[in-house]
């Protein structure tokens, strides 16, 4: 059974960090491209980064600069590093699995549970 949880969220104050870990188990053997995710109380969810298994990163243009997305897949684990918080990066964050390693948002098919952040003006 896959399964991926979440760590890390917690409430700081704007100009703060944090640092999101995901492990994932149960997946089987192979490639997967890994994803966060976030969405705020009446938002549609939001795409924040992703990492292929070769390491090739993406992100959100609200987010540039600011998190970084990195994995150890000796570990199961990945992370985001998330800089320079603003209020509006308020929300539950939830980490994703594409198994085809394909990084398009239509692909990630298993979730976590997700970890709330909160940034306080």
């Known amino acids: 059974q896959v399964q991926l949880v979440e760590s890390g969220g917690g409430s700081v104050e704007a100009g703060g960090s944090l640092r999101l870990s995901c492990v994932r188990s149960?997946?089987?053997?192979?490639?997967?491209?890994m994803g966060w995710f976030r969405q705020a109380p009446g938002k549609m969810r939001e795409r924040v980064a992703r990492?292929?298994?070769?390491?090739?990163?993406e992100y959100a243009d609200s987010v540039r600069g600011r998190f970084t997305v990195s994995r150890d897949n000796a570990k199961n684990t990945f992370f985001l590093q998330m800089n320079i918080l603003k209020p509006e990066d308020s929300a539950m964050y939830y980490c994703?699995?594409?198994?085809?390693?394909?990084?398009?948002?239509?692909?990630?098919?298993?979730w976590g549970q997700g970890t709330q952040v909160t940034v306080s003006s």
């Open positions: 994703a699995a594409d198994p085809r390693n394909l990084c398009v948002d239509s692909a990630f098919t298993s």
């Open positions: 149960g997946l089987r053997p192979g490639r997967y491209c």
């Open positions: 990492i292929s298994d070769g390491g090739r990163t």
